[in-house]
């Protein structure tokens, strides 16, 4: 159902720019909290039924129940939504539609961050992150984003305790073990903790759109959504407690790690008890998805609706990427022999007659090249193992459907 | 001579394109992998309180030092774990 404008009786839809929600038509603007509307009153007695309440438990259902279908309040159209959407746009009129039961009672969020990234800044923010990319693929040269989507995602703001026992070994013993090992026991608490809560989405891109400021939140009121698409939370507690347990265990251990520095090599034993206090809120957090085609493969880039981090990663021309480092391999490893030789001949190979120890410090040096062109190999998978992460991420299916599944 | 000239050959080359290689792959981390962080501990902790500190320990005591400091369940309430789907708290 469409929010109408109490001056011209047209659709609302909330501007990111404003902070408030804007008539296209005539130009009228009001507070989210100001607009009353019937069919905010229809929502609070409206109560959600389970998939499981009217169709049943029986799994083969699922296929079947791909979308529900909505009539648009301005057109009378059919608005088709999927999972577990809340809001979305009529195909027919372009209309903001929020489907209230959706939203009802038990599935109202108690805060939002409303969206402060305007679709123009996204898209700016994303051509800007592209620009500045190197080895780019011809078709990327002039950006063709094929779909924007603002869209609304659940969150689970949770407080939690963690008390944890661990063992840690490092680095640097005595000459009987090279290792020590350290036992620490501790506690900390966890606030205000933002768990995503589609299922659709992963964790590991879900996290890297952290940290959203919580002073911003707002009590909900389903106006905000209008011009935005939303899902509501699809998570199961047991879901929510292995997401806090594992993000807490992460920010222990890395603590008492810290505690030995580089020497830490390991937790090799631990005990842990992770409780989440029964406070936690439901909240929606704004999100815009960027997707554009590139040779053939969907790339999804997220950006925090409210502070413009951008998460994605920018594919590479890898044939470029080949020829660059085998060339300037080529280039460096002639330069480099030809500097280790006039150094091993300057401080004296066996054969030259100068004295052995200057001899034995030229193989030294040898030895080291080796070491540090391994080193560096290392260090330069390491980092492209980190680049093709975040590329998988960004190129993923179950993210491109996420945003694709969508009307309008 | 030769020998050693072989062996500045073989570890510069070597050197050479791991060089090579780690330049390219700083540059490409650097420009094209944007947003790769998560929120930082600081944000949602107030940092952990240490409760005992064991500095003398061998490596087959680590189970005895488990076994006799695993922290205890929580005797306050908390949110169960289960398969049904998260719904708003009522203890706000």
């Not at chain 1, 209230?100 to 923010?125: C, G, H, N, W």
């Not at chain 1, 347990?245 to 008890?273: L, V």
């Not at chain 1, 470029?320 to 150094?343: D, E, N, P, Q």
């Not at chain 2, 500045?8 to 700083?26: D, E, N, Q, R, S």
Request: with cysteine; hydrophobic share 40%.
């Amino acid at each position: 159902m469409a929010t109408l404008c109490k001056n011209c009786n047209h659709a609302l839809v909330f501007e990111p720019a404003l902070g408030k929600l804007y008539c296209a038509y005539c130009g009228s603007q009001f507070a989210a909290e100001d607009v009353e509307s019937d069919s905010k009153k229809y929502r609070e007695n409206e109560r959600v039924l389970t998939r499981d309440e009217v169709f049943g438990d029986d799994e083969t259902y699922e296929e079947f129940l791909e979308s529900y279908v909505y009539t648009c309040s301005e057109c009378g159209g059919e608005i088709s939504i999927h999972g577990t959407e809340v809001s979305t746009t009529c195909i027919y009129c372009g209309n903001p539609n929020v489907v209230f039961s959706r939203v009802a009672k038990e599935m109202t969020p108690d805060y939002i961050i409303p969206f402060s990234v305007t679709r123009e800044q996204a898209l700016r923010y994303v051509q800007q992150m592209i620009s500045k990319s190197v080895l780019l693929p011809k078709e990327l040269k002039a950006l063709n984003v094929n779909d924007i989507k603002g869209i609304y995602l659940p969150y689970w703001v949770v407080n939690a305790n963690h008390e944890e026992a661990a063992v840690v070994q490092v680095r640097g013993g005595s000459a009987v073990s090279k290792y020590t090992y350290h036992g620490r026991k501790g506690y900390m608490t966890i606030k205000n903790f933002p768990l995503d809560g589609c299922r659709m989405l992963s964790d590991e891109s879900s996290t890297c759109l952290e940290p959203f400021d919580l002073s911003a939140m707002r009590k909900f009121d389903e106006d905000y959504l209008l011009g935005f698409y939303s899902n509501s939370s699809d998570i199961t507690y047991e879901e929510m407690y292995l997401a806090t347990e594992r993000r807490a265990k992460e920010i222990y251990e890395s603590t008492i790690k810290k505690e030995f520095g580089k020497n830490a090599e390991r937790i090799c034993a631990e005990s842990h008890q992770t409780a989440i206090l029964n406070d936690y809120k439901y909240a929606m957090f704004p999100v815009w998805f960027i997707t554009y085609r590139c040779e053939g493969k969907p790339n999804t880039i997220l950006i925090n609706g409210q502070t413009g981090k951008i998460v994605g990663a920018v594919p590479w021309n890898k044939k470029a990427f080949k020829w660059i480092t085998i060339i300037s391999g080529i280039v460096l490893g002639v330069v480099l022999t030809l500097l280790l030789r006039g150094i091993v001949s300057a401080l004296g190979a066996p054969e030259t007659g100068k004295d052995s120890a200057s001899s034995i410090t030229g193989q030294f040096i040898l030895g080291f090249g080796s070491l540090f062109g391994m080193l560096f190999a290392t260090v330069a998978s390491i980092k492209m193992a980190k680049v093709k992460k975040l590329l998988q991420l960004t190129q993923s299916d179950k993210m491109f459907h996420f945003v694709k599944k969508r009307q309008g | 001579m030769a020998f050693i000239n072989f062996l500045a050959a073989l570890f510069g080359a070597g050197l050479g394109f791991g060089l090579a290689f780690f330049i390219a792959a700083t540059i490409l981390n650097k420009n094209n992998n944007i947003g790769d962080s998560v929120g930082s501990a600081s944000l949602y902790t107030g940092g952990v309180v240490m409760t005992d500190k064991d500095n003398a320990m061998k490596l087959k005591d680590e189970n005895l030092y488990i076994i006799s400091h695993k922290p205890k369940k929580p005797d306050y309430p908390t949110v169960p774990t289960g398969k049904g789907l998260v719904e708003r708290s009522r203890d706000q």
